[in-house]
């Protein structure tokens, strides 16, 4: 949930302050740089923490992935080897 949500709500965090800037700036009534870069420096703070939270989900995430890939390939091998040797030595004999 942290790997989808996170960017999703750095990137609300992201629009909110823009919008929230552009709303001052206007009410305001002047447009210049200093006016505008704190605003949206701020709004893409939000971003950046959600990709802090996002990418290292991920990367997590397709580690235990692989993992239980790997273990489910292995448990399948040994139940099909254990059942052929029950098999051999109790299965019935031709």
Not at 2 to 19: E, K, S
Not at 37 to 63: E, K, M, Q
């Amino acid at each position: 949930m942290a790997i989808t949500g996170g960017p999703f709500l750095g990137l609300l965090g992201t629009v909110w302050g823009v919008m929230n800037t552009f709303a001052a700036m206007a009410a305001a009534g002047e447009a210049n740089i200093m006016a505008i870069a704190p605003g949206v420096a701020s709004a893409l703070s939000t971003t950046v923490f959600g990709l802090i939270v996002a990418i290292p989900a991920l990367f997590g995430y397709n580690y235990l992935s692989g993992k239980i890939k790997s273990i489910t390939a292995d448990m399948y091998i040994f139940a099909d080897e254990f059942g052929f040797k029950v098999d051999e030595h109790y299965g019935e004999a031709s």
